[in-house]
């Protein structure tokens, strides 16, 4: 009613609406109060907890009625007294491997719970996958129930250690990264905190959560320098962040300019750079964690940080993933970084030959012949092969140091994405123990290896003109991944080495692990690492017997 209409009622009436009048806009303005007060508060809503725990259950029994891992049972019982597992049974099936059920406000401590399958408790290695299902297992797991949480914004996620804890932090971490560093602040991803939950009844294995945390951090970097755009990740730009990325690591740093690598005598390597404006950059790094004397494990990184395949120019489709062809270089990098971070007691050299392959004036020309510090000659054939011409020079220079042997990764032929598609890298050696090692490793971390043939008829494919000793490309149809080995072969002294051509694990479409986003996969950094790893530990072992 109009306040205007009230001056003509009786003093009494007027007074009576007049005081309801009052009271409803009293009220009004209460209520008003009360929803900005609601407000703020949702806005200020205290930091959220979550927690991340496992159930077995064979996939393949309906009738199974799960078993909770011995953190989930204790969590169950101690917590909630039995009303996870209840709710769990209330909410339908069981999660199978990869799934997650998530649970509100089981008890005052942890705001969400989420509780992740993880298969049948009998996984364990299987000989025909070449894997360690168990270890896979925890690491889908963990990083499902992490990412289920990370939806709801959970401020921090603690997660157990499902049996094995590096795993289980390798598969926490990992899952967590993302490639969002160009995007705006406000518009991306909300990042928990990850932490290991642990229960003082129960053993804790807050070394192995370490390590895992160590091998997870290599490969996110890893696919930190990957996915840099290549105008900001030049050849001079990755030295600069490897000098600051390495910076009070343990690791010594050596950037290399373009004069040295001629006085080096490093053609090969000069002739790929010299169509793009950029400089070439040699990068030498060195970690001492045993006796000096000791001969270093010599790592290799093919650090091409833009690929365009010169005058043999690629199409489209294959250009757009090009800044990744670094990949080679990004994996040893991170390799050293966890080296230093875990103290493994072994002496490392790491030779990262850095440019960008590009059309230009000056650039390579089919047909063009290299003479190599070896004394061999090298034609260029197609100058889409440049991989090979990078790792030339490193290689011949890498026999200077006196190595136990040569690791070299790169991302030398996209046929053995045909071959395996992105399930493992693959793996060239002339020595029967170090494919035995990579391969182990390669069971542990999940990032699988393959051998390939390293056959001199391969060689013969290289070798077979009279007017060069070798050629970039060879004759003959396929086996292009076997052939930029036997090129590679053709520069190596005696002695122990491995190539790893990881061109189809570069990149990863996020449905290949649950555990990589989309993008670049930073593969085998976790599987380079292991291999090392287990040699030291190999050789401590034998030391002491």
Not at 128 to 139: F, G, T
Not at 185 to 209: H, I, S, T, V
Not at 343 to 368: S, T
Not at 377 to 387: K, W
């Amino acid at each position: 009613m109009p306040v205007h209409t009230l001056l003509w009622m009786r003093p009494f009436r007027r007074a009576k609406l007049l005081e309801q009048f009052l009271g409803t806009v009293s009220r009004r303005s209460v209520h008003h109060a009360q929803t900005a007060v609601g407000s703020t508060e949702k806005c200020s809503r205290p930091p959220s907890r979550g927690l991340v725990l496992g159930i077995y259950a064979d996939e393949h029994d309906r009738e199974d009625n799960g078993l909770l891992t011995p953190s989930a049972a204790r969590y169950n019982e101690s917590y909630t007294n039995g009303a996870l597992m209840d709710m769990l049974h209330l909410a339908g099936p069981l999660p199978k491997r990869g799934q997650t059920r998530i649970f509100f406000n089981l008890e005052p401590t942890y705001s969400a719970v989420a509780v992740c399958g993880l298969g049948s408790e009998c996984l364990g290695y299987d000989s025909a996958e070449k894997l360690d299902l168990s270890k896979e297992a925890i690491r889908v797991a963990a990083a499902s129930g992490c990412r289920a949480l990370q939806k709801l914004e959970t401020n921090r996620i603690y997660v157990e250690d499902f049996g094995h804890a590096e795993s289980a932090a390798e598969g926490a971490h990992m899952s967590m990264w993302i490639n969002q560093k160009m995007k705006k602040p406000e518009e991306r991803k909300f990042m928990p905190q990850l932490q290991l939950y642990y229960d003082p009844q129960l053993p804790c294995d807050a070394n192995g959560w370490k390590i895992g945390l160590a091998k997870a951090e290599a490969q996110n970097l890893a696919r930190e320098l990957q996915e840099a755009p290549a105008n900001h990740m030049t050849p001079t730009t990755f030295a600069q962040n490897v000098v600051q990325i390495l910076c009070n690591s343990g690791v010594n740093v050596e950037v290399k300019v373009r004069s040295w690598a001629e006085s080096q005598g490093m053609t090969s390597f000069l002739t790929v750079a010299k169509g793009s404006c950029e400089p070439p950059i040699f990068l030498e790094l060195s970690y001492y964690g045993t006796n000096l004397k000791e001969r270093p494990i010599v790592l290799v990184g093919q650090g091409n940080t833009y690929d365009s395949g010169g005058i043999c120019a690629k199409k489209l489709h294959a250009l757009k993933d090009m800044r990744g062809d670094m990949a080679g270089a990004a994996c040893v990098v991170a390799t050293c970084r966890a080296i230093a971070a875990l103290k493994l007691p072994v002496n490392i050299r790491a030779l990262i030959p850095l440019c960008e392959h590009m059309i230009g004036y000056n650039a390579m020309k089919p047909g063009d012949v290299i003479p190599v510090k070896n004394g061999k000659s090298i034609e260029v054939v197609n100058t889409d092969y440049e991989g090979p011409l990078v790792l030339v020079d490193a290689l011949l220079y890498a026999t200077s140091f006196g190595p136990k042997y040569i690791v070299d990764v790169s991302t030398i032929s996209d046929h053995v994405l045909g071959s395996f598609g992105k399930v493992c890298s693959a793996v060239f050696t002339n020595s029967e123990d170090l494919w035995q090692r990579i391969k182990n490793a390669g069971v542990h971390t999940g990032d699988r290896v393959w051998r390939l043939p390293l056959w001199d008829y391969f060689s013969q494919q290289m070798c077979s003109v009279q007017h060069v000793d070798v050629q970039n490309y060879g004759r003959g149809v396929g086996g292009e991944a076997c052939k930029a080995a036997a090129f590679l072969r053709e520069f190596l002294p005696c002695g122990q080495w491995m190539h790893i051509d990881a061109h189809n694990v570069m990149t990863t479409k996020g449905e290949d692990y649950p555990y990589l986003r989309r993008g670049m996969a930073g593969r085998p950094t976790r599987t380079l690492i292991e291999f090392i790893a287990q040699a030291c530990c190999k050789e401590k072992f034998s030391s002491h017997h």
